[in-house]
């Protein structure tokens, strides 16, 4: 359900999920876990049913069908959701330091509010007590959310 209007940009895509499909998504990657091979579709036209979803203009809330993490959050009246902490570990290919990231706590798939739900990514960066990074670089995790408007009354 991506329209690109430059080829390039669907090449990069391409190349990027070909990429992740050999390293694997999420954790246990050095296990194996994760892995998957895309499947190429030629492109179609949107089905109607997709259509109707992506221009329904009748909802009064916004469901979340992604994790969401805010900094400050939107409005919670009206809303209703669950949260969800997410931590884990890092590893470094380069140093062989395996680290902790902090944990955030995130509000989970299927919430709902009354306010387009946006997002923002979460700096998870393992610091010391003195607020020191403890790696080479920043660690982020996405709380960008994809949502889509539902009618609830």
């Known amino acids: 359900m991506i329209q690109f209007n430059d080829l390039s940009l ?46 329904f203009s009748q909802g009064d809330c916004y469901s979340l069908m992604s994790l969401y993490w805010d900094d400050p959050i939107i409005s919670l009246t009206n809303s209703s959701y669950e949260l ?16 902790r990231r902090k944990s955030v706590k995130m509000f989970t798939e299927g919430s709902t509010f009354i306010e387009i739900p946006r997002g923002k990514l979460a700096d998870v960066t393992p ?15 996405s709380g960008i959310s994809l949502s889509i408007p539902i009618k609830t009354s």
């Open 127 to 141: 610091r010391d007590a003195s607020g020191n990074r403890l790696s080479d670089h920043c660690i982020y995790r």
């Open 84 to 99: 969800q902490e997410r931590g884990g570990w890092i590893a470094s290919p380069f140093s062989g330091r395996q680290l």
């Open 10 to 55: 669907e090449n990069d895509l391409k190349a990027a999920l070909e990429l992740l499909g050999d390293e694997g998504l999420g954790g246990e990657r050095s296990s194996g876990a994760g892995r998957f091979e895309p499947s190429w579709h030629e492109l179609h036209e949107l089905p109607e049913i997709w259509k109707n979803v992506i221009n």
